[in-house]
């Protein structure tokens, strides 16, 4: 069964940083892209990031409201994707999760974790 | 940067065929995704490269694509589809970055 479990969530100051973590389980987890995707309270989706394969380099790619503050990065040795947060500000809060690649970008999804950016 | 546009609600009634639509300049030249999501439930893939099903998901499940726009088609519509709907793809531009549309929730009247 595939699986994968985040933790790192929680409260943060405005200016702090932050890092999640996603272990994973089931699935050759260094033959998978893997990305990070938000949700704030009440809103839709929004794409983070992602990490491509050894393969490509583990490139990483993110969106423009994160570029420059996050970091994405995976240890295959671990099966764990991560997800380093600086800089971050009150619209930051939100719950993230972490998805696997197959056949979209989220064939299997973490259960979420909420980070909460509040003085 | 690249925009995905969906519309914000759609009802229906039971039996009913839904049908959600999703816009985007890119959407010829590249493939378009569609996720359900449940209030505290994360997303749920329904259709991968604009029609293919995954397993598991029902047939009543369908996409289409013409052009600059993409839709998911659910016949049959069962009060369990009452949920957001959002349509992902990619932009044109490399790294082709992926984004999402704003959702859709889907009314089962």
Redesign the interface.
Known sequence: EVQLVQSGGGLVQPGGSLKLSCAASGFTFSGSTMHWVRQASGKGLEWIGRIRIKANNYATTYGASVKGRFTISRDDSRNTAYLQMNGLKNEDTAVYYCSRSRLGIGDNWGQGTLVTVSS | ?YELTQPSSVSVSPGQTARITCSGDALPNQYA?W?Q?KPGQ??V?VI??DS?R?SGIPERFSGSSSGTTVTLIISGVQAEDEA?Y?C?SADSSD?????????TKLTVL
């Not at chain 2, 082709?96 to 959702?103: A, D, L, S, T």
Request: proline letters at 17%.
């Open positions: 940067s995704y996720y999501q994360a997303p893939l991968y490269k293919e995954p957001d959002y992902q790294p082709y970055p992926e984004v999402f549309g704003g959702g």
